[in-house]
């Protein structure tokens, strides 16, 4: 055992479904290892502002099959200065915490390193986030029960896109990351899917759904990522409306229900997985990683090393996309 014995723990950034069974996770992982355990509200504001608050086993009970985070999100622009860290450091002295937990994002993981730099305090991150767009692990939390609930949302849009021949451009999210429309495009059966890593034309697409019309389809679902680069549904949906006069073009923008909801089943295992594992590392001396998943696999990523790469898209699943679309 090292010389810890206070872990914080925080979620930073947008929400995503499975965040307070991760906090459930390194709440109880604690106390199981003999340390005390703070939730630190409101993200990093909540760091800054002192806002900590111990928790117990009881403290998480009931919280699993919930989505949000008990904890509170804020985005802190404070933080991302000198004097805002500084405060933030105070804070974690004067409470006699001697580690921290970060549920977010890659600009949550941004303050991380930025504290593990400046400060002799270990900062460990648990991948958050619904675009499952971070280095250095197979899923983030949040992906899979956003996923499914792109699915669902659209499932439901086809039965009317079908019954009024209407094509429909659904925008998902992925303002950096094509991940949440390339997968839902295949669950669903979109005829095109518009993501940011490949640039699509108007024109190509018009030319696509023409030869999609051809073979007789009554309806269309193009899923968009909102990161697009054509502009999103709208742009998209406008530029194509005026050759395709035969059909209703109609726009839909899932936005925010896709962060809401209960986690999924597979959610709360890669988030209790997650937990544990980020606990594990602090007692392990382990600082300044994002805790991962990679082929079932805990891996520990330096989060210099998730932050400056880039993950890409498996192209086989562009591949798989395009032949079942015909």
Do not use: W
Not at 16 to 32: C, D, L, Q, Y
Not at 79 to 91: H, S, V
Not at 98 to 105: P, Q, R, T
Not at 116 to 144: C, H, K, M, Q
């Amino acid at each position: 055992m090292t010389k810890i014995k206070k872990i914080g723990v925080l979620t930073s950034g947008g929400d995503a479904p499975g965040m307070n069974a991760a906090i459930r996770a390194v709440t109880r992982t604690s106390i199981f290892h003999g340390l005390e355990v703070y939730g630190i509200r409101h993200g990093y504001e909540g760091m800054i502002n002192g806002n900590m608050k111990q928790l117990k086993s009881y403290s998480v009970s009931n919280i699993i099959q919930r989505g949000g985070t008990i904890l509170k999100t804020a985005r802190c622009k404070e933080f991302m200065t000198i004097a805002g860290r500084k405060k933030a450091y105070e804070q974690l002295k004067a409470n006699q915490i001697d580690a921290v937990v970060v549920i977010g994002g890659d600009g949550s993981f941004q303050g991380a390193r930025k504290m593990s730099e400046e400060y002799e305090i270990p900062f460990v991150g648990i991948p958050g986030t619904i675009d499952n767009d971070l280095y250095g692990t197979d899923y983030t939390i949040g992906y899979d029960t956003a996923l499914n609930t792109v699915v669902e949302a659209v499932d439901k849009i086809r039965d009317t896109a079908s019954s009024h021949n209407r094509l429909f451009f659904i925008e998902v999210m992925g303002r950096d990351a094509g991940f949440l429309a390339l997968r839902s495009g295949i669950a669903c059966g979109a005829e095109a899917v518009l993501i940011p890593e490949i640039e699509t034309h108007a024109d190509k697409l018009k030319s696509y759904l023409e030869e999609g019309f051809k073979r007789k389809k009554s309806s269309g679902i193009i899923i968009v990522a909102e990161g697009e680069k054509e502009g999103g549904a709208y742009e998209i949906a406008k530029k194509v409306s005026k050759d395709f006069a035969e059909y209703e073009v109609k726009v839909t923008i899932l936005g925010h229900i896709q962060r809401g909801g209960a986690p999924s089943a597979f959610d709360r295992v890669v988030a209790s997985t997650l937990g544990v594992a980020a606990v594990d590392a602090i007692i392990d001396d382990q600082k300044s990683i994002m805790v991962g998943s990679v082929n079932n696999k805990i891996v520990h990523v330096p989060f210099n090393k998730t932050l400056k790469n880039v993950k890409n898209i498996d192209n086989s699943l562009i591949e798989i996309s395009d032949i079942l679309s015909i």
